[in-house]
T-cell receptor, first 112, second 116 residues
């Protein structure tokens, strides 16, 4: 059972466009993280959100955690070719475990 | 510190052979995780350690898989009698654990296993 579903699966946009990636679940998470992964490398942490409704900004990236802590979104403003990669959300459930479960991923390609 | 180091980067093996991968975490990190990732998918949890104790193991993990973390430093992941379905990228990550605080993972570059 996949706990975290991401949409869209694939996204190809022109440089300068805005985009939003979604991460949804029926489970409640104590915290949620977003990572970006490039081919042949491990994922790199972008942000951690822990409070329902929390919004965090990282330059042109805006992350939001849903009020019920079941979903999250990543918005990129004025995308650049360097934003190309696989974006992964990962949630830690409230069951007491310390592991994060990863989503299905969104593969983003930004064309110059 | 150079981050999380995984060796080898690539491994090609014949079906039925045993393979072992090594992960050296960031030295001050006490939690170490193993994930498996197939092409186009997100990483799938395999197991994790806090210091030398293996605290959780995925129910999806066959008994052909075993992991150790002697002395709470580096870790090894062994796959016995490899099958073609074991072909994947094996990722190791480490994190600093302090109570229930949510510290992010630092991943290594992975070991890509191809079983022929």
């Amino acid at each position: 059972t996949q706990l975290l579903e991401q949409s869209p699966q694939f996204l190809s946009i022109q440089e300068g466009e805005n985009l939003t990636v979604y991460c949804n679940s029926s489970s409640v998470f104590s915290s949620l993280q977003w990572y970006r992964q490039e081919p042949g490398e491990g994922p790199v942490l972008l942000v951690t959100v822990v409070t329902g409704g929390e919004v965090k900004k990282l330059k042109r990236l805006t992350f939001q955690f849903g009020d019920a802590r079941k979903d999250s979104s990543l918005h990129i403003t004025a995308a650049q070719p360097g934003d190309t990669g696989l974006y992964l959300c990962a949630g830690r459930t409230t069951s007491g475990t310390y592991k994060y479960i990863f989503g299905t991923g969104t593969r983003l390609k930004v064309l110059a | 510190d150079t981050g999380v180091s995984q060796n080898p980067r690539h491994k090609i093996t014949k079906r039925g052979q045993n393979v072992t991968f090594r992960c050296d975490p960031i030295s001050e990190h006490n939690r170490l995780y193993w994930y498996r990732q197939t092409l186009g998918q997100g990483p799938e949890f395999l197991t994790y350690f806090q210091n030398e104790a293996q605290l959780e193991k995925s129910r999806l993990l066959s008994d052909r898989f075993s992991a150790e973390r002697p002395k709470g430093s580096f870790s090894t992941l062994e796959i016995q009698r490899t099958e073609q379905g074991d072909s994947a990228m094996y990722l190791c990550a480490s994190s600093l654990a302090s109570g229930t605080a949510n510290y992010g993972y630092t991943f290594g570059s992975g070991t890509r296993l191809t079983v022929v």
